[in-house]
Antibody
Framework: QLQLQESGPGLVKPSETLSLTCTVSGGSISSSSYYWGWIRQPPGKGLEWIGSIYYSGSTYYNPSLKSRVTISVDTSKNQFSLKLSSVTAADTAVYYC?????????????????????WGQGTLVTVSS | DIQMTQSPSSLSASVGDRVTITCQASQDISNYLNWYQQKPGKAPKLLIYDASNLETGVPSRFSGSGSGTDFTFTISSLQPEDIATYYCQQYDNLLSFGGGTKVEIK
């Protein structure tokens, strides 16, 4: 059963860079059928997609965050990571990682940015001095 | 960017009631629309993909319909365990979520 686990500092100072890692277990991050993604949720608010990555390193980012976001992958560790620079209090949120499972048709499976399943449990990151 | 507008933002209904949530896209997204359930303190869970396909293991009282710009999510008979916030999400052009609908028991 595929599981994802977020890890990283729970407290980041304003103007610094937030760094999180998602460790994938029970499956390979190098599967050609999957994308991997980051989503965040400020306290009491809705969900916001941050960005997604393929095992080859190909990335897609939310245009509203693109200038500050870098997502990378380490296939040797079965991990992918998020860096968000120049953080402010508005970046305080629960950060989730998740898989995007692609789709299968005619006996073959294809990667696609489609839906998130499964999700990690999430990790709260607070931006404060 | 594609904007997703959910309504209502919250609702209160009795056990056994039929509950309907709508999601409107700012442009045609075909059927590239998914629905999630999020219980307090938990990660979201995929319920419906491609507008109307029920994820494996999800109770049949949940259903979805629609295409183009207008979509509907329905709980046919509300149960106490359905108390949660529900989100729609499009994937026609990148990815984006609706604002959520909080469902409470009256």
């Amino acid at each position: 059963q595929l599981q994802l686990q977020e890890s990283g500092p729970g407290l980041v100072k304003p103007s610094e860079t937030l760094s999180l890692t998602c460790t994938v277990s029970g499956g390979s991050i190098s599967s050609s059928s999957y994308y991997w993604g980051w989503i965040r949720q400020p306290p009491g608010k809705g969900l916001e997609w941050i960005g997604s990555i393929y095992y080859s390193g190909s990335t897609y980012y939310n245009p509203s965050l693109k200038s500050r976001v870098t997502i990378s992958v380490d296939t040797s560790k079965n991990q992918f990571s998020l860096k968000l620079s120049s953080v402010t209090a508005a970046d305080t949120a629960v950060y989730y990682c998740a898989r995007l499972p692609g789709y299968c048709s005619g006996g073959s499976c294809y990667s696609r940015l489609n839906w998130f399943d499964p999700w990690g449990q999430g990790t709260l990151v607070t931006v404060s001095s | 960017d594609i904007q997703m507008t959910q309504s209502p933002s919250s609702l209160s209904a009795s056990v056994g009631d039929r509950v309907t949530i709508t999601c409107q896209a700012s442009q045609d997204i075909s059927n590239y629309l998914n629905w999630y359930q999020q219980k307090p303190g938990k990660a979201p869970k995929l319920l419906i993909y491609d507008a109307s396909n029920l994820e494996t293991g999800v109770p049949s009282r949940f259903s979805g319909s629609g295409s183009g710009t207008d979509f509907t999510f329905t709980i046919s008979s509300l149960q106490p365990e359905d108390i949660a916030t529900y989100y729609c999400q499009q994937y026609d052009n990148l990815l984006s979520f609706g604002g959520g609908t909080k469902v409470e028991i009256k």
